[in-house]
């Protein structure tokens, strides 16, 4: 059965791409998020494998959001979304409990390693 995954980025352009990668890929999506408060909602009605998690979003951002589904669910797997220079919250998203992060602009195989590595 495909896995199915949370797309959570406040870009709707971000969202599209990482959807098209992973479609592409046989990965089922179990909806999409624009901010933090909107991806912890989605991941308790969708339950997905694993959510790709932006780390800077409006109203609450990636790691907040991190911290909350990692509350409700220890064993949620969310691979980070960062741009570059954003090392500090890099880190402290893994010591959160991030499986790994990705760096914008993404490289469609570097998604695809990071979501593998998650959800196999």
């Given amino acids: 059965m495909a896995k199915s995954i949370l797309i959570c980025d406040d870009a709707a352009f971000m969202r599209m791409m990482i959807k098209d990668i992973l479609v592409k890929n046989g990965y089922t999506i179990a909806g999409e998020a624009e901010n933090g408060a909107k991806a912890v909602e989605k991941y308790a009605e969708t339950q997905p494998d694993l959510v790709l998690m932006d780390i800077t979003m ?3 951002d990636g790691i907040q959001a991190l911290k909350k589904i990692k509350e409700s669910d220890p064993n949620a797997s969310v691979v980070m979304c960062s ?3 954003q090392q500090a919250m890099v ?3 893994i ?3 991030a499986r790994d992060f990705i ?3 993404f490289q469609p195989d570097r998604v695809l390693e990071a979501v593998k590595k998650a959800v196999d």
């Fill in 58 to 60: 409006p109203e609450m």
């Fill in 83 to 85: 741009a570059m220079g």
């Fill in 91 to 93: 880190i402290e998203s």
């Fill in 95 to 97: 010591q959160s409990g």
């Fill in 103 to 105: 760096v914008k602009p």
